[in-house]
């Protein structure tokens, strides 16, 4: 069971919001039986910056860059943090620390903080996430840090065993809770001192319960926005399964509906569409901001985010 950790900083998101945001979405999730992959972005940190790596430690690796494409540095208890990607030069002397690389040209490191990716997801209630890292751990290291998922300002870290000049994977689970519906999910990788490196982040989602055998399921609907974001009109794109009653409403973030373009109408199988011009069931003009469409059919449900800029 993955130990939590609450920070010392008051959550960004209060009790009465979380229960509003997307109070709906609770039910719509979709019965699976397979992980699915989530998109990360530099899972394996081989996209460099612009410039490339400084030679910074001899032979062409880096110990002080403080970037990272697709990744933000966020120190811990206001200490400094410095963070960036090893690649290994000839006669650099890795050796010292590390007898291997995972299997690729780059790695990540950090101190005395972590760095981060939020994806692009929401949690669903009932679906298990499940973040796989590995992690070197330094010949002389004194391992303290770990891979974890933050969600609602709670750490769920990763579980592993530390191996001395070379690699493991650690595991990290989080079981999406009703509470955090809605809610983003962020990849935290943490080190101090530059004692471990990551390499190879992947995060999967999977929810059993269905039994359903992923090799001949179907799939129950599909729903996205194009363009997204949009300024004038998008196009709200569905399908279905078979013909079913269709319900697709836009709520804001309050979890407010703001638009119902379909109330139970019913649709044939096949592909649909219905246009969203930013104005609400008033007739007015929304503001800018993130949206969420929500559809729910005889098959289930699905939701979506929209990003409205005027």
């Known amino acids: 069971m993955p130990r939590k950790h609450f920070p010392i900083t008051a959550p960004t998101v209060t009790s009465r919001l979380k229960a509003q945001v997307l109070a709906a979405i609770v039910s719509l999730m979709p019965a699976s039986a397979w992980a699915v992959p989530i998109p990360v972005s530099n899972p394996s940190f081989e996209d460099l910056p612009a410039l490339g790596l400084p030679n910074t430690c001899g032979g062409g690796c880096s110990y002080a860059q403080d970037f990272i494409p697709g990744w933000v540095n966020i120190p811990f208890l206001g200490l400094g943090l410095v ?3 090893f690649q290994p030069g000839a006669g650099a002397g890795n050796s010292t620390y590390f007898d291997s690389l995972s299997d690729g040209l780059t790695s990540a490191y950090t101190s005395t903080g972590c760095v981060e990716q939020t994806v692009g997801i929401a949690v669903q209630p009932g679906v298990t996430y499940t973040l796989l890292v590995d992690v070197g751990w330094r010949k002389d290291a004194d391992p303290a840090g770990m891979p974890r998922l933050r969600v609602n300002d709670v750490y769920y870290d990763g579980v592993g065993t530390p191996v001395y000049g070379g690699w493991a994977t650690y595991t990290t689970t989080y079981v999406g809770q009703a509470q955090d519906a809605g809610l983003p999910i962020t990849i935290c990788l943490t080190s101090v001192a530059f004692q471990g490196n990551f390499d190879n982040v992947r995060l999967s989602a999977s929810d059993a319960s269905s039994g359903v055998d992923p090799a001949t399921a179907s799939p129950v609907l599909r729903l996205q926005a194009q363009p997204n974001p949009f300024g004038a009109t998008t196009l709200v794109q569905f399908s279905l399964a078979r013909r079913s009653p269709v319900v697709l409403r836009v709520f804001d973030v309050s979890g407010r509906v703001v638009r119902t373009l ?27 901001g993130l949206y969420f469409l929500q559809i729910e059919t005889s098959d289930g449900g699905r939701v979506e985010r929209v990003l409205f800029v005027r």
């Open 83 to 85: 963070s960036g990607q």
């Open 262 to 288: 379909l109330d139970a109408a019913t649709l044939e199988a096949g592909a649909h569409e219905a246009a969203w011009n930013g104005v609400d069931d008033a007739g007015q003009r929304t503001s800018s």
